[in-house]
Each structure stands twice: as C-alpha cells, then as structure tokens.
C-alpha cells in the first residue's frame, strides 16, 4: 500500500522530539493560525504507513524545516535523519528554541551559525514576529541561491552525484600536526566518542590531513571539491595509492604516498569530501601518471556521468556514498 499524506510542498516540516509533542503542538498551532501550514507527521501520516518514505517526500517537498530544539530533540536519531535529508534536498531549515540546548558535535556543523527564535521563554507577541520575519528572509534568500545555482553540465553532474550521499562523521579533517599517519590504521572510535583532534575551519596555508573511518571492507573512492569547484579524486591518487581498504580508521595521504599532508589553498569557503565505497573496484582508471605535475586528478562532467552510470549498474546493497565537508577561511 502506498503511503497516503497531505500535499506538502510549500509546507514546512516540523521536526521534532516526541517528548516535546505537547510543547511543539502548542507551537504549530500558532504558527498555523498565522497562516503558516505546517506538516507534522502525528497529524498527516495515517496509522499503519510505513513513515520512512513518507517523512522522506515530506521533508523534501518542504520549502522549510522547523526545526523545534530541546535536549531531547538534539539527541533524538530520528531528528538526526531529517537534518540529514534536509541538507541532502537542500531545504533550508529554522530552529526554534524550546529549551536552553546546546549542540551534540555530530549536528553541530549544520547549526552553526544558524538564527535560533526562542519561542519557550518570550511571549508569542515577540516570538511569532520573529519567526515570521526569519521565515520570509529564509525563502527570499532560497529564491536568490537558486538564481544564482549555476547550470552548467558540470554542476549538475556533480549535483546528481551529491544527492546520492548521506552526511557522515566518519570523514573529518584534521590539523597535519596532531594525528600520525600510521599510529591510528586499524582503529576506530567507540560508539557514540568524538572525531579526534577535528577542526571544522581551516585558514588558507593550513596544513591538514584527513581521516576516514571504514565500517566494513571496501574500495574507497574519495573526492574533494572546494569554493572554486574544481574536483578532485584524493583516492586512488599519489595522496592515496591504496584503495582497497579493510575496516577501521585511515589518514590520508597514505603514509605510502611521498606527501605528508594537503595544504589549504584557494579562495575561502566550503571544501566539500565525498566518500564512495563499493564491494568491487570501479573500473574507473583516476590515477595519474605524475606526482608532481598532477598528484590528483581533476574530475570533468564525463568523468562523473561515468561513475554515475556505473554506479546505477550496481546492485544498491553492494555501494554508498558518504559526504562531509569543512570551511576555509582566510
């Protein structure tokens, strides 16, 4: 049986923590008498539907996220998942504020900077306004992006293949000087520890390395793609020669490439990781002939229409995609 729900496009999602229903019905309701129409999934999900596939077109037929934050919420893996689903269609999302929370360091990168409305401590006379305002800001700059997105083949090549990923953080970057290339191979966190020595902004010179923590074996394709869009294949390449990985963690470069770091270079802003990983090698040939001239190789639209396509001749269960990201600042 298909999953049957309201129209929701235009609407925006309310995301939230089921111990904060009574507060966050109390909330919806108000917004929703100021016009704003909001989904809930106790209110459009019928009883019986499987609800992934629902939350999912939900969250990206939204025009907006209302993210209502509490502790609970902070750490719910529900919420988690449609942070994750927001940032994967590029939906904007609001927190509003239920309680004083602070951020877990898995979610911490997609708040951050984020305009927070406290609607638990202020009377709705100042918080409604607010958030009414955020609202209008939030779809007025979403409409400029959109503009200004470019439409090259290019980017939407890159963007079909974005869509794919699920945020991580199992890949993160670290200064060069504070993690040894060999001293941590094979080894991973317990669950629920933080990344170590991460840093999630990095000035322009930096010298860094990257970590990425391998669940199961695989072939690790790992690309990297900063504010000038060009993109690059990391692994294989003379950062990272060894592709075929077994589980556990690995620093790259490889203490087997002849680099011991990458350096920061460009223009400031997002320097976005992406990493693939498949049962079977990808008969894809990225490695380049010189460690000097080209130590990775730069990525054309063909390139990834290829990748792509070999990818989509995959059985699902034998492959995934896996993204993350940091900010260079100067």
């Not at 109390?26 to 909001?38: F, K, M, Q, S, Y």
């Not at 930096?206 to 970590?211: A, D, N, Q, T």
């Amino acid at each position: 049986m298909n999953p049957v729900f309201k129209q929701t496009s235009g609407s925006m999602f309310v995301s939230y923590s089921s111990r904060d229903r009574q507060q966050v019905v109390g909330v919806a309701n108000r917004l929703r008498d100021a016009g704003i129409n909001c989904w809930r999934d106790s209110d459009d999900i019928q009883g019986g539907e499987n609800y992934g596939p629902v939350i999912a077109k939900a969250i990206r037929d939204s025009s907006l996220i209302l993210l209502m934050c509490s502790d609970a919420s902070m750490r719910s893996k529900n919420v988690k998942q449609e942070i994750q689903l927001a940032w994967k269609y590029d939906v904007p999302y609001l927190p509003l504020l239920l309680e004083d929370v602070s951020y877990p360091e898995q979610i911490e990168y997609w708040l951050e900077g984020s305009q927070w409305v406290d609607v638990y401590s202020t009377p709705i006379s100042t918080w409604l306004p607010k958030v009414m305002t955020a609202i209008d800001c939030i779809k007025k700059k979403s409409s400029m992006d959109t503009k200004r997105r470019p439409v090259e083949q290019y980017a939407s090549k890159w963007s079909d293949l974005w869509t794919l990923a699920r945020y991580t953080d199992q890949v993160w970057p670290v200064p060069a000087d504070k993690v040894d290339q060999k001293a941590t191979r094979g080894t991973t966190r317990g669950l629920g520890a933080a990344q170590p020595s991460v840093e999630h902004g990095y000035q322009l010179g930096s010298r860094v390395r990257l970590v990425v923590e391998l669940e199961t074996e695989g072939h690790l394709l790992l690309l990297d793609r900063g504010p000038e869009e060009i993109l690059y294949c990391l692994c294989p390449s003379h950062f990272a020669p060894l592709a075929d990985l077994q589980p556990g963690r690995w620093i790259f470069p490889q203490p087997e490439s002849p680099m011991d770091a990458f350096v920061v270079t460009g223009r400031p802003g997002r320097e976005e990781l992406m990493a693939i990983v498949t049962e079977q090698p990808l008969s894809l040939n990225w490695m380049t002939a010189n460690a000097q001239g080209e130590p990775a190789k730069i990525l054309t639209a063909s390139n990834i229409e290829s990748l792509l396509t070999e990818l989509r001749d995959l059985s699902p269960e034998t492959w995934a995609v896996y993204s993350s990201y940091f900010d260079v600042i100067s």
